[in-house]
């Protein structure tokens, strides 16, 4: 197995295969030497690396039938879910904001968490689409430099920062941790891959369609504060743990910076694709 693409199914840890049709119950095919839960392979991340770069084809062609609807949340209990607003130059633009001199950090919070296909149940008429780019810790810490940075990262995976504008904006300043923290606000997915073994890490192609038609569409070398940046900044001020997980901002293209503003409805489709991560599928209802 080329990279290590840690999955969640029926609150297991899996491994997703090479063709990415298939999937290795960590637990079971160690033979209990690794964690079955997916917190604990993230502590263990080196291990978990090791071990599936040394799977034969014979585990792979012996791995179950993944099924997309099947997986869950391969971060299931991060202690903290950071996320960096107004972190791409062409967002920033377009919302007419500044570009920050420093990140520009609020939270998600972890009730929140959705699944990679799960559904998002729309509140209100001001929801609207974020598709970011997640970064998740394997070692935590502080003070950590920007040049040992991608050491404390396991991986890379999809996520949507759904947004409810209009509780986001019901006061003055805006209260963002409560406007993008409703239940299934926070889909991530669909596995994690190891940020380690990823070439393209450093600019990868990012796209987000609601119901077929391209609203985001975009590479990470837009972003103006780069993944070991932040999370520099962040452990400067706050310890990091294994498992956190930190949204690191929207490209431009969002439904409420569109005139008119095209906000999420129910029975729109979200889909949510990063280059060599994989894509989150999300139905609104």
């Known amino acids: 197995m080329a990279s290590a693409r840690l999955g969640c199914v029926d609150d297991r840890a899996v491994l997703i295969t090479s063709s990415l049709t298939g999937y290795i119950d960590i637990e079971k095919v160690s033979g209990g030497k690794l964690p079955s ?40 209990r991060p202690r903290q879910i950071f996320a960096i607003g107004i972190n791409y ?11 920050p001199k420093e990140p520009l950090v609020f939270t998600k919070f972890s009730s929140s968490l959705n699944n990679p296909n799960g559904a998002l149940t729309l509140v209100g ?9 997640v970064a998740v810790i394997a070692k935590g810490g502080r003070n950590i430099s920007v040049s040992q940075a991608w050491d404390h990262v ?26 993008k923290s409703r239940a299934g606000f926070t889909p991530i997915g669909p596995w994690i891959t190891d940020a380690a073994s990823l ?25 103006i504060f780069e993944i070991p940046e932040i999370i520099a900044y962040l452990s400067s ?23 008119p503003p095209r906000f999420l409805r129910a029975g729109d489709i979200v889909e949510t694709t990063i280059q060599d991560l994989g894509t989150l599928v999300n139905k609104c209802i």
């Not at 291990?47 to 012996?62: G, H, P, R, V, Y």
């Not at 130059?89 to 570009?99: S, T």
């Not at 008429?125 to 780019?133: F, G």
């Open 89 to 99: 130059k062409a967002h920033a633009a377009e919302m007419n904001n500044p570009l």
């Open 37 to 76: 839960d997916p917190m604990a392979c993230l502590e263990r991340w080196p291990e978990i690396c090791k071990f599936a770069a040394n799977l034969s084809q014979t585990d792979e062609s012996s791995a179950l039938v993944l099924d997309a609807d099947e997986l869950e949340c391969p971060v299931p």
């Open 237 to 259: 001020i706050c310890e990091l743990f294994s498992g956190d997980v930190i949204y690191t901002g929207t490209p431009s293209g969002v439904g409420a910076g569109r005139k």
């Open 154 to 179: 396991a991986g890379l995976c999809v996520g949507q920062d759904v947004s409810d504008r209009a509780l986001q904006y019901a006061n003055t300043p805006p209260q963002f941790s409560l406007g």
């Open 125 to 133: 008429e001001k929801c609207d689409y974020e598709a970011e780019l």
């Open 199 to 223: 070439a393209t890490r450093g600019n990868l192609e990012m796209t987000c369609r609601v119901s077929g038609e391209m609203m985001q569409h975009t590479h990470t070398d837009d972003m």
